[in-house]
């Protein structure tokens, strides 16, 4: 099969298209006929050299979340058949002709959408539901802060936070990204680059603060969060752009009652995967089906213009969704 393949470690250029196996599916688990695959930054440290894939995903093709047709299904899978239409979280090896998945971790396409658009969903929705609804615990009526509002997993909380009944705050870098944010649905987004958000937010909540925060930045981001938080507020770390050490203050963590917690999903175990993607499919597909929520993808490449994708990516530019398209 054709696929997208790091040829070692270094910058966008290192992505070629090249020949590879055909990947050989367990019990349990579908070939998956690619259509699209998305797009995720852990894609572009991969390439770098510096988020090595679990043993159980090619060492050298990336890719976490893809859309396409059942090919053939392993002799355990009762969900599926060939010719379905599916969407699926997987663990690398995205960026090729065929994929195969876990059958619990594909959701069926929604009837409206396109395979690019299904293909921007797995990653950023599984990771928002995760680490928003399950860790974070945001409740209706509740309150979130974004950091990276424009992205992939800011499109995805904004949209997932508002529809099920809770206020969306975020952080983006400039004033069209901020407009972008609040277009979606934002209740307000705050310009990181003009404004300092710990103030923003202490005048946005009356001094009260939000009870979740999501954060992809980390670093010196962290006092700021601290005094962005309310009373038994939840900071779920996702990321460490800015850096992985924070200086922390644990007088107003204790006096808060402050819950900080984080988690990669990458690594763990297919039943977790799974059980996100039940709630996703009770709770979120049906407002994908009603257009209340919406993919948003903002470019789409040809699988021979990986490299180019990619730098899209790094660029920052984009809002939403970067995703590869295969001919067939």
Known sequence: ??????????????????????????????????????????????????????????????????????????????????????????????YAVYCKAPEGQCLPVPA????????????????????????????????????????????????????????????????????????????????????DFKEEIKALTNGAGVNVILDMIGGDYMPGNIDSLSIEGRLVMINAINGREAQLDLGKVMAKRLIITGSMLRNRETAFKVAIAQNLEQKIWPLLLSGKIRPIVYKTFDACEAAEAHKLMESSTHTGKIVLTFVQ
């Open 112 to 195: 409206n959408l396109s395979f690019p658009e299904a293909a921007s969903l797995p990653e950023t929705f599984f990771t928002v539901w995760s680490n928003v609804f399950d860790r974070g615990t945001l409740k209706p009526g509740e309150s979130l802060l974004v950091h990276g509002g424009s992205s992939g997993i800011g499109v995805a909380a904004i949209q997932m936070a508002k529809a099920l009944g809770s206020t969306a705050y975020v952080t983006a870098g400039s004033d069209d990204k901020c407009s972008f944010c609040e277009q979606l649905g934002a209740n307000k987004a705050i310009n990181y680059k003009t404004a």
């Open 1 to 94: 099969m054709k696929a997208i393949v790091i040829t070692h470690p270094g910058g966008p250029e290192v992505l070629q298209l090249m020949e590879r196996p055909r990947p050989v599916i367990t019990h349990n688990e579908v070939l998956i006929k690619v259509m699209a695959a998305g797009i995720n930054r852990p894609d572009v440290f991969q390439r770098k050299g510096n988020y090595p894939p679990p043993d159980t995903a090619p060492a050298d093709i990336p890719g976490l979340e893809v859309a396409g047709t059942i090919a053939e299904v392993g002799e355990a899978v009762t969900r599926w058949k060939p010719g379905d239409k599916v969407c699926a979280l997987v663990t690398g090896g995205g």
